[in-house]
């Protein structure tokens, strides 16, 4: 039997005879899918830096509240960031399914989970990137 693989974030999908729904709520169920994909991809970074023995980066407050910062920008950042993060989503999921046969299999998944884990950095930087500098959202809550 083939199962396909569980996405980062991926809810259910609606029938095809339910009506559309509003603007407002397919806008929060995008933010709220990039906010879990978003997390999840801060544990898989985690995960590889692990198995390539580096140690993960501190938290910052962009990576902690990139989903609430996003959802501030203009619509054009916050479309491209959810497709970014869906991306890297897409990237990180067999990446780390080969680095753990790789280890299961009793090889050292270190150069290969380097490799992964310079590609992770990389583009989360792009995606941070998408956010203005901080001084032009002075966010009070996230302060």
């Given at each position: ?16 005879a ?36 580096v ?77 203005p ?11």
């Amino acid at each position: 039997m083939n199962i396909p693989p569980a996405q980062f974030g991926q809810y259910a999908p609606r029938s095809p005879a339910a009506p559309p729904r509003p603007a407002a709520e397919r806008g929060t169920l995008a933010a709220s899918a990039t906010s879990m994909r978003w997390s999840a991809l801060g544990d898989a970074g985690t995960v590889v830096a692990t198995l390539a023995g580096v140690e993960p980066e501190a938290t910052s407050r962009a990576l902690r509240n990139f989903p609430v910062l996003i959802r501030e920008c203009p619509q054009w950042r916050r479309d491209l960031a959810e497709n970014m993060v869906a991306d890297l989503a897409a990237v990180m999921e067999p990446g780390i399914a080969a680095l753990l046969a790789v280890n299961a299999r009793g090889a050292d998944p270190r150069p290969a989970a380097h490799a992964l884990w310079r590609e992770f950095t990389a583009a989360r930087a792009a995606v941070l990137a998408l956010l203005p500098p901080s001084g032009d959202m002075g966010h009070p809550r996230l302060a």
